[in-house]
């Protein structure tokens, strides 16, 4: 059975997550500790007790990358094994821990340093972006072409795109979409105009940090989320996570590559069912099983058997 570990992104954070993964087991409560050192944040805190800092940018990119982490090395310590990996947008660091390239303490670090980066690189209120339900890419690739400032920020599955860049620009966009027939077009609450060429800046100061990084031999494959190819040399993975910042997520087509690739079963690793939900569109002959409870990990072993 060829197995694909796959990773949310930002937005599926909670209080509480990979809580009763930590409380399992003193090598997990170490990687926790070791979480709170590298990223300079009382993990334990900004995980386990109500705040409202989880929902802030810079925390919860380290916060998500660390519990997902976490849940990573429980599951594989139960024997569970995977071929090939990929993470939507944010998630792209916890699939690089996943096949070897990255360790645990710089993928806490440099996610944390992601997160203040990205919510900074344009000053509040410029930015936006926007969800369009319900129409298919081409048409909105033509309906944007021509508003200048706007852009595609995920492929998430058939259905679903998220816009990005200027607000006014994106603004025009969903009047756009709606006329032309758009289920849905939904302002998102987030703090930047996230994977659009407004944060090229951003993303060069992220490379320089990505450069003080050691990056590994890749053990698996992953699937990049700028290219929606398999890597497999790690001298590639410093640029595309630098280009990641200010270009499309093709996740869409990411799970496509998965799917050509032969894989049978998908663990969406982390709180929530938002990948599944997104294979349910893409991929649906694909089983997934979501593990955010040590209890799912049970789950997991069963649908291997």
């Known amino acids: 059975m060829k197995i694909a570990f796959c990773y949310p992104g930002q937005g599926v954070q909670k209080v509480g997550m990979a809580e009763d993964f930590v409380k399992s087991s003193a090598e997990l409560k170490a990687m926790l500790d070791a979480a709170s050192e590298s990223s300079g944040i009382d993990m334990a805190k900004l995980l386990f007790e109500e705040n409202e800092d989880i929902n802030i940018t810079e925390y919860t990119q380290p916060a998500l990358t660390a519990a997902c982490c976490i849940m990573t090395k429980a599951i594989m310590d139960r024997g569970i094994k ?82 990005t860049g200027k607000k006014d620009a994106v603004t025009k966009a969903m009047s756009v979409m709606q006329e032309s027939g758009a289920r849905k077009v939904v302002p998102l609450n987030v703090s930047g105009p996230f994977h659009s060429p407004l944060l090229k800046d951003c993303a060069e100061e992220l490379y320089r940090e990505l450069e003080k990084a050691d990056i590994g031999e890749l053990k698996i494959p992953y699937v990049a989320n700028v290219t929606a190819e398999q890597v497999t040399d790690a001298g590639q993975v410093r640029d595309l996570l630098r280009r990641q910042v200010y270009s499309s997520v093709k996740w869409e087509q990411s799970l496509r590559v998965l799917k050509d690739m032969g894989v049978d079963l998908i663990l969406e690793i982390g709180p929530g069912k938002t990948i599944a939900g997104f294979v349910k569109k893409t991929c649906p002959e694909i089983p997934v099983v979501s593990v955010g409870s040590l209890q799912d990990i049970d789950k997991a072993l069963d649908a291997i058997k």
Not at 151 to 158: L, S
């Open 82 to 163: 995977p071929d090939v990996t990929a993470g939507l947008s944010l998630g792209e660091y916890c699939s690089l821990y996943c096949a070897g390239a990255m360790s645990f303490e710089d993928a806490v670090r440099l996610t944390r340093i992601r997160g203040r980066l990205m919510s900074s690189a344009v000053p509040q209120g410029e930015g936006m972006m926007a969800a369009v339900i319900g129409l298919d890419a081409k048409v909105i690739e033509d309906g944007i072409k021509d508003i200048d400032g706007c852009y595609i920020a995920n492929y998430n599955c058939p259905g679903q795109i998220v816009l």
